[in-house]
T-cell receptor, first 114, second 112 residues
Framework: EAGVTQFPSHSVIEKGQTVTLRCDPI?????LYWYRRVMGKEIKFLLH????????ESGMPNNRFLAERTGGTYSTLKVQPAELEDSGVYFC????????????FGQGTRLTVV | DAKTTQPPSMDCAEGRAANLPCNHS???????VYWYRQIHSQGPQYIIH???NNETNEMASLIITEDRKSSTLILPHATLRDTAVYYC?????????????FGAGTQVVVTP
């Protein structure tokens, strides 16, 4: 069984540009989560999808961030326009439905905005 | 407010058991204790979880005290590849994984 995969693994962009991160969850996992870790800080929640619906987007920092999960499969997180403070590692995780489940994380996308 | 308290760091000799403590004195009756680790900048890796009984899998053992206010993750034979930040997380089955708080974790360094 393939794990959670994220693409790209690294991205370096200039301030003001647009970047799109992709996450492919484990097949059959309805729940998909995005997190971010800024240098030196803790991992912070961004948003949660249940299938294609946004269940909770309370962690999204501002309207420059747009997440989608069309068809309830893979998800994209677009940052437009990128700012310097958006630099960090973006993690995606997925889990099955049900309470007593664990979340499986991808390897993350390291975003550097210069 | 953090639901768990862990020591910031600990060292362990290769081949020895690593015992990682976690305090969760305000844990509720339906909340599970989960352990994850993060090796360098990789994604968090699930290790083990439990409710009140001790649990063991191929990676580790989880010992939960009878009052459930604390627990210990045991890596039976630590290797250099176990060097990582270990996170103890308390979570209710009804909570979204988006609600979890990783906290600062314990930086474990396994030395030769």
């Amino acid at each position: 069984e393939a794990g959670v995969t994220q693409f790209p693994s690294h991205s370096v962009i200039e301030k003001g540009q647009t970047v799109t991160l992709r996450c492919d969850p484990i097949s059959g996992h309805d729940n998909l989560y995005w997190y971010r870790r800024v240098m030196g800080k803790e991992i912070k929640f961004l948003l949660h999808f249940v299938k294609e619906s946004k269940q909770d987007e309370s962690g999204m920092p501002n309207n420059r961030f747009l997440a989608e999960r069309t068809g309830g499969t893979y998800s994209t997180l677009k940052v437009q326009p990128a700012e310097l403070e958006d630099s960090g590692v973006y993690f995606c995780a997925s889990s099955r439905r049900g309470g007593n489940t664990e979340a499986f994380f991808g390897q993350g996308t390291r975003l550097t905005v210069v | 407010d953090a639901k768990t308290t862990q020591p910031p760091s600990m060292d362990c000799a290769e081949g020895r058991a690593a015992n990682l403590p976690c305090n969760h004195s305000t844990i509720s009756g339906n909340e599970y204790v989960y352990w994850y680790r993060q090796i360098h900048s990789q994604g968090p890796q699930y290790i083990i979880h439990g409710l009140k009984n001790n649990e063991t899998n191929e990676m580790a053992s989880l010992i939960i005290t009878e009052d459930r206010k604390s627990s210990t993750l045991i890596l039976p034979h630590a290797t250099l590849r176990d060097t990582a930040v270990y996170y103890c997380i308390v979570r209710s089955p009804t909570d979204s994984w988006g609600k979890l708080q990783f906290g600062a974790g314990t930086q474990v360094v396994v030395t030769p």
